[in-house]
Nanobody, 114 residues
């Protein structure tokens, strides 16, 4: 059974930084994609960034140049968020996609004050 645990959310002023961490438990396939999504109140969940098992990355346009996703190890991913804006306020969810299935964490709240 795969489970994902996010940490690192909190309250920060605009222009500040936060680092989110996601740890996975259970068996991970050799081919997988770890990512971060976010959902603001009243909005749909949207992709923030992804990193694949081959190291390739993908970013949503609003966060390019400000956020960096990385793999700590096969069961961990980090999201470094710099130059945060109030529009980045959302619940951030860790996602693992492997073998055609999606696994989700419970989310961590990021609040950026103006």
């Amino acid at each position: 059974q795969v489970q994902l645990y996010e940490s690192g959310g909190g309250l920060v002023q605009a222009g500040g930084s936060l680092r989110l961490s996601c740890d996975a438990s259970g068996s991970i396939a050799s081919l997988y994609r770890l990512g971060w999504y976010r959902q603001a109140p009243g909005n749909q969940r949207e992709l923030v960034a992804q990193v694949s098992s081959d190291g390739s990355t993908n970013y949503a346009d609003p966060v390019k140049g400000r956020f960096t996703i990385s793999r700590g190890n096969v069961k961990n991913t980090l999201l470094q968020m710099n130059s945060l804006k109030p529009a980045d306020t959302a619940v951030y969810y860790c996602n693992l996609h492997m073998l055609g299935l999606d696994y989700w964490g419970k989310g961590t709240l990021v609040t950026v004050s103006s």
